[in-house]
């Protein structure tokens, strides 16, 4: 209808404290319903520069997936206060994105600026069949690009978390999460926890039935809340949380990085970077929450 150039013209001013114009704004606002049309939807940034930085802020934004799984643990962990966790984890997660952004933009892209000039179109009314022309053309570009690795990669997992034994717990991500115990000691984190995380790359979702799985709910009419009660002291459920929300993308959102840049070396510093900032801030917060005394 015409409104989407008149939202990027009026977070022009906003996007330039982090080195990128109104453009960035649309694909990152569509990140909060799923990342992989954010990273698609850099495509209508010019520059090159900053729609590599755009695709490297769009899997920060906290997808819908993502709050699900926050939504439903906040409650379990945190009682009556969850809504303002969860808020709070929101609210994080956008604080990371500008953080990110502007080091990015003046460590790794030079500190470029680039002028926003965009003609602002009439408001009309949709024609339909453009629009399922258009989605119909974009949708099969994803499927016939990002849908290969998709495949490949949920075939690997499934795999890492079938063999050798048959269950979750005793399989090679299974091995892998308890390798990474010490990782997640420092965020008070057990294994399981971690074992969580790394079967949230399939699907976000992921999170809550390996949880399940892993703590027994379903057993004799427990359910997940009973299972994780008292698992987590406040400081290191606050800590998973806040890495659950930071983690590196889910596969989808990785083949459509791919796609968008036709590098490796790309996907692989965004999976590095979140990486790197998700540990790293749910260290800063277990490790911090010790040295106030709370919730330990």
Excluded at 7 to 12: E, L, N, Q, T
Excluded at 169 to 195: D, H, K, N, T
Excluded at 243 to 266: D, Y
Aim: proline share 5%; net charge positive.
């Amino acid at each position: 209808v015409g409104y989407m150039a008149r939202g990027a013209y009026v977070m022009d001013r906003f996007m330039h404290l982090i080195g990128l114009h109104g453009r960035s704004f649309l694909p990152l606002f569509l990140g909060f319903g799923c990342n992989v049309p954010a990273v698609m939807g850099c495509r209508i940034v010019e520059s090159r520069r900053a729609r590599l930085q755009t695709i490297l802020l769009a899997p920060i934004v906290p997808c819908s997936a993502r709050t699900a799984v926050v939504a439903m643990l906040a409650p379990i962990f945190f009682g009556a206060s969850a809504a303002w966790v969860a808020w709070s984890l929101v609210a994080l997660s956008l604080v990371v994105v500008a953080a990110v952004g502007f080091a990015l933009h003046e460590l790794l892209l030079g500190g470029e600026h680039n002028a926003f000039i965009m003609e602002l179109p009439l408001y009309h009314a949709p024609n339909l069949r453009t629009i399922a022309l258009s989605v119909w053309q974009r949708l099969w570009d994803f499927v016939k690009g990002a849908g290969t690795i998709i495949v490949v990669v949920s075939i690997i997992l499934w795999a890492l978390s079938t063999f050798p034994g048959g269950d979750i717990e005793r399989s090679y991500l299974g091995m892998a999460g308890q390798w990474l115990a010490p990782v997640g000691s420092l965020m008070g984190l057990p294994w399981p926890m971690i074992v969580a995380l790394l079967a949230s790359f399939v699907r976000k979702e992921n999170t809550i039935p390996t949880l399940a799985v892993l703590y027994g709910a379903g057993q004799e009419g427990m359910g997940l809340a009973a299972a994780l009660g008292g698992v987590l002291v406040p400081a290191a459920a606050l800590s998973f949380l806040v890495v659950q929300v930071l983690f590196i993308p889910c596969v989808a959102t990785t083949a459509a990085i791919r796609q968008e840049t036709g590098s490796w070396r790309w996907t692989g510093l965004s999976v590095g970077l979140m990486l790197v900032v998700s540990l790293g801030a749910g260290t800063l917060v277990y490790q911090g929450a010790r040295l106030l005394g709370w919730g330990v």
